[in-house]
């Protein structure tokens, strides 16, 4: 009935250091992460600094190697791809980086860094590369003379359009975009997010869509998961999280954004204490520290994800208890 | 009425750029009365962050110079003192004692090699002449107000030591050591995350209605703006826009900038409605222009839809329109 999912995540867990002979701790970036992404749809990953949006971000294209668990795009097992066969699936995936500035080269044209990736894939003749660049900076909507323009004569959002144009040229199946409009002023912020959701549908790409804003990522993804400290907290359709958010931490990050509205920020809950450190998380539920909710056993067990309503999971052990709690305040 | 604590008229600031003199803030009014935090609000580079170095005396020497007007500040002397043309020494004075700030990267304010008890205590020994061991037990104290559990463990560590929104609360019991009479807060909570920033925003706004401080808060972020501040001021290429109450500001926004940027701003729940019929999210089309190459009368006209000719002949004055609501465009009856 399913079609297999284009990308498929299964346990993923990405530890760093305390190996060898370095004493740092080890640090718990990504555990036992599973989610999949079918073909031609956007699923948001969304949490706060250190959940590991990133590390999932990098594990997905190999660009890191996990721990242990699985990714498999379009059937195959990347985790298991040796180097060189590796190689020739990157084409098919691209990262879209947060930071236009940093990603640029300052001394080649937009050209030259647009036609750099796709000589590095041996595509074509370079008559065919320079084609393929032009139609990429046109379907980002950047002006022809930008081609043989340097990078640091545009402007935060332009460079973005360069970032993901650079991205397009490759022709990928699947991309990772790694917060691109989190540097980006928010007049521009919503300019980009409308020309990846154009581009996205156009050209049926599947995309990985990385923020640390729950307000960012609502209308350009199908499905949002909301980390927390490495781990799923909830996972459900879009239009679903912000309409029933179940687990409290998602109640919670949705109670904190502060919006553009006077008189809404005294009904607003505050959590109190500091995210705790990926490197000595809680036992149980990562969560408890901070939840308003807490009870004993939270400390017991590592909640599973459970169903808590069509294609809506959470991890809470007292999913079904609260219910019917105060969700956000409107 | 109460007399303000900071009154800024027609202020500009200038930088000098590869030869060229660039105007980063220009024909600037504002004031805050005792007990008022005015947020300044607006995208990168239109001078929010210039207009508060201005303040506090701290533009970057033979770079950055007020080229123009006067910045009365009322310190705990009472009387009304003009800040330009103050001398660094005078300025020094004045710096952490009448008035304080807090930045957004705590560690602009904290220093690496000293316990952070040390640092908010060392304000209150220069200041206010108080001894080692007073200052040391008040920095406790401060430590505890700001929301800081164990705070005379705290008080012995290091900066590295702390999380970044404690690093922030400590900068935040720092600036309060000499109880200022304004506070500067310039993108306090934009480097936290969420939840963190909710806090912070939470204790500035209860500390500022204890201690009866002005003040200056400076961000990028509307939401925040709606909640922390009484009035507000948008900047945009240098220049105050609108400016009003918070509440009028928001509800009606008379100048189309404002509108853009409130419209900008994406509202949790209501992205679904626009994805399902295919809408895109509204924007302000093209980009904030450079210093450099600004265009002639209204900033802001290559991007704005009520744009007409007569926009562009002079720089459009803040006309009042009505209640302490200002707009600085020649159609705001329109808007
Ligand atoms: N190369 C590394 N070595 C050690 N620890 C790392 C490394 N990369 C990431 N981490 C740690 O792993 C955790 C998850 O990091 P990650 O970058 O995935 O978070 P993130 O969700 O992307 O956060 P942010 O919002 O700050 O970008 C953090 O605690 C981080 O410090
Ligand atoms: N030290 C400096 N030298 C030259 N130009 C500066 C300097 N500091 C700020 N500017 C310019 O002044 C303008 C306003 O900057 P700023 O007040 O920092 O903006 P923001 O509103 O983001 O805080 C920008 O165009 C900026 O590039
Ligand atoms: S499992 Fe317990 S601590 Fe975790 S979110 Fe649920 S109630 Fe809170
Ligand atoms: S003065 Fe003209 S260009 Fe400027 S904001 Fe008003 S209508 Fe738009
Ligand atoms: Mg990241
Ligand atoms: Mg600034």
Redesign the pocket.
Known sequence: MTEQPFLSVSNLTKHFGGSGFSRAPVVRAVEDVSFDVPRGKVVGLVGESGSGKTTIGRSVLRLIDPTSGTVRLDGVDLTAMSARDLRRQRAKMQYIFQDPFASLSPRMTIGQILMEGLGIQGTGTRRDREDRARAALKAVELPADAFDRYAHEFSGGQRQRIGIARALALEPQLIVADEPVSALDVSIQAQIVNLLRDLQTRLGLTMLFISHDLAVVEYICDTVIVLYLGRIMEIAPAAELYANPRHPYTRALLSAIPEPVPGRASRRQILTGDIPSPSNPPSGCVFRTRCPHAIDACAQVVPPLEAVGRDHRSACIRNHELETAEAVPA | MNAPVLDIRDLRTV?R?GGRE?T?VADLDLSIAPGETVALV?E????????SLSVMGLL?RK??RIDNGTIAFRGKSGAARDLVGMTPEALRQLRGNDMAMVFQEPMTSLNPVYTVGEQIAEPMRIHLGRSRAQAAAAAVQLLADVGIPDPARRARQFPHELSGGMRQRATIAMALACDPKLLIADEPTTALDVTIQAQILDLLAKLQAERGMAMLF?THNLGVVAEIADRVAV?YA?RIVETGTVDEVFDHPRHPYTQGLLRSVPRLGQATALKRAGTPLPTIAGAVPS?ANLPRGCAFAPRCPYAIDACTVAVPPLADTGGGHGSRCIRWPEI
């Open positions: 930088f750029v660039l980063a607006g990168s580079g239109s001078g929010k962050s210039v207009t970057p770079v950055g400076v900047m240098g210093l």
